[in-house]
Nanobody
């Protein structure tokens, strides 16, 4: 079964940018959807963005729309999340996940990466 490994987290100042990557261990099914979720300290995990593997459809939460961009590299089996104009409220553990169809709910995602910490300092 596909395994996911995130990378690219770290410490960044407010207003800065960071790019996260999620590498899949094998080529995903064309029907798969990849998403990024984040879990701020002491809060519930929340949806950030998603992308269809076989189409160019993307989905964003209202809180990141216009500042974050999700993309895919089919040759490398990776999904990336470009984050711009970061604010301290974006501090969280960011995880990528895969689902059989688009969804904003964590329950529909059957495989998760281990997560990567993003810290935005003020």
């Amino acid at each position: 079964q596909v395994q996911l490994v995130e990378s690219g987290g770290g410490l960044v100042q407010a207003g800065g940018s960071l790019k996260l990557s999620c590498a899949a261990s094998e080529r995903p099914y064309s029907s798969h959807v990849f998403a990024w979720f984040r879990q701020p300290p002491g809060k519930e995990r929340e949806f950030v963005a998603a992308i269809r593997w076989s189409r160019d459809s993307t989905f964003y939460s209202d809180s990141v729309k216009g500042r974050f961009a999700i993309s895919k590299d089919k040759a490398k089996n990776t999904v990336s999340l470009e984050m711009n104009s970061l604010a301290p409220e974006a501090t969280a553990v960011y995880s990528c996940a895969v689902a059989p169809s688009p969804s904003y709910s964590t329950t529909n995602y059957f495989r998760w990466g281990q997560g990567t910490q993003v810290t935005v300092s003020s």
